[in-house]
């Protein structure tokens, strides 16, 4: 399949089933809301060595939000319950909690079979010092706890879902540059989507890794065979003029989620097209045998996965 | 099919125990069943119809017509479906309420909402004392659902209410909120004396400063974007509250003579 001059290999993304939340965090303004959120989401690119892979999903108007102020929506994404439920609990608390004015709500609530009830504000209550109050209101308990710069609010639990983590595509070009502009527009068409995030640095990886090792404590290490510099060394999987290549992974509610992600970003990443240096696009996978989820990316552009 | 319509012949002479004639306890039974349920009136048992003109047959949508205020525990223990009462209601109207929504079309007695757990009570007149308040030997008075008064409520409303939502347009009396252990009253018009008296926990939304005694504890001036959420949840109930926007309010905090943990929120 070749779009726009860039060839589209005959290759899946292969993904895992994660566990995955979404909190509403609001603010005086949004630029407080920012504060919170990014912290909240910092160091969370890769549940490898993060716990969790966390970012914003997007931005929330007033009108959107419990509380009537302005606000994001933050996705968080682990690979077990238990991890998700104690890292959620730990930066609300160093990240939220902390952040003048903000607050912080369920994002996913309904239906019981689906969704799990998992504690946000139930445990950050007791920083109140008996002092917190309850409110039951519309069927759900908020926490108001007193902190210096008033109250502190938060909503007693937020949902948490069956997810999928690691959809990805890689993108391959004749330079470093052309590589980035690529993921960059990518990431700016694949942003206004709901319900997924792309947990990297801007949304991009550049280390993608394969698994073990030389090095007998390392379980992952660097994909030499999608490395440029290596091209002569290994069996590599890139043709001569291929001199970067980057990759955006993908972190969703559902697979179908994860497709549309998929079929928006390779689209426009190939807009720029072989004229700009963009000759391929391929995916990560571990030959279909460690994660339940394939995604055909022939089939995702073609509308059919 | 039309809503069971009760309407009541001749002014009783006695008190009627309405609580047979709820949604949930006449759900499928044939109206000449529902005609021979014994009320208890005073000391006697009369059969329904020699009560009331019944007829229709929806069950879940039953109209009282006629009442003059010795109909006492109408809508009691209530579950599911929808009272609506024409006239004045007597004592105890949606006593120990668990569900369905009762709507009183003038006022109701002592104990409206007492021990009420989930519903709506929307009494349009006036309520009487004791409003969502534990009856003698109850150690907890309302304890969910919510209740709007149009018109005023008397002394000791919401008195130990444990949880649930108690709103009141009018005017209320003499210790409102006392012994309160949690849940939300609002009063849009004056409150009475000692207001909050003996309040464990629990929120008294105020428009109006009311004299408050020693042991209520000024905390104030706030702005609490918690209010917003509040005012949310009062959106679709039939009462003014739901216009409400003000989130500046007077805090003060008590009863510290009862663990303190209560508050009054004096909108600005």
Known sequence: MILNGVTIDDTFAEAFNMRGTRVIITAQNLKWAYHAANAMTGFATSVIACGVEAAIERELTPVETPDQRPGVSILMFAMGSAVLMKQLETRLGQCVLTCPTAAAFSGIDGDPETVTRIGLGKNLRFFGDGYQISKHLGGKRYWRVPVMDGEFLTEETTGMVRAIGGGNFLVLAESQPQALAACEAAIEAMRKLPNIIMPFPGGVVRSGSKVGSKYKSMIASTNDAFCPTLKGLVKTQLSPEIESVMEIVIDGLTADDISKAMRIGITAACELGAANGIRRISAGNYGGKLGPHLFHLHKIMRGTA | ?268
Not at chain 2, 116 to 140: C, N, P, T, V, Y
């Open chain 2, 1 to 268: 099919m039309s809503a069971l319509t009760f309407r009541l012949k001749d002014a009783p002479q006695q008190r009627i125990d309405m609580s047979p004639l709820t949604p949930d306890r006449l759900a499928g039974i044939s109206p000449a069943d529902i005609a021979g349920i014994e009320l208890q009136c005073g000391k006697r048992k009369l059969r329904a119809a020699e009560i009331f003109d019944i007829s229709g047959d929806d069950a879940a949508e039953i109209d009282i017509i006629n009442s003059g205020g010795k109909l006492d525990h109408i809508g009691s223990r209530m579950q599911v479906g929808r009272i609506t009462l024409t006239g004045n209601a007597g004592d105890y109207a949606g006593f120990e309420m668990r569900g369905g929504e009762l709507v009183i079309q003038g006022n109701a007695e002592a104990f409206a909402a007492g021990g009420m757990r989930g519903g709506l009570l929307h009494i349009q007149g006036s309520a009487g004392d004791f409003l969502g308040s534990a009856i003698a030997g109850e150690r907890q008075g309302m304890r969910g659902g919510t209740v709007v008064v149009t018109g005023n409520a008397g002394d000791r409303a919401g008195d130990q209410m444990r949880r649930g939502l108690l709103l009141i347009e009018g005017n209320v009396g003499n210790y409102c909120g006392s012994r309160m252990i949690a849940g939300t009253i609002g009063v849009l018009g004056d409150v009475g004396q000692y207001a909050g008296y003996a309040m464990r926990r629990g929120t008294l939304l105020l428009q109006k400063a009311p004299e408050l005694h020693a042991t209520i504890m000024d905390c104030g001036l706030h702005t609490l974007p918690y209010l917003n959420l509040m005012y949310k949840s009062f959106a679709g109930l039939p009462t003014h509250f739901s216009r409400l926007q003000q989130i500046r309010v007077r805090r003060y905090a008590g009863d510290i003579a009862n663990d303190g943990k209560g508050e009054i929120l004096i909108l600005q």
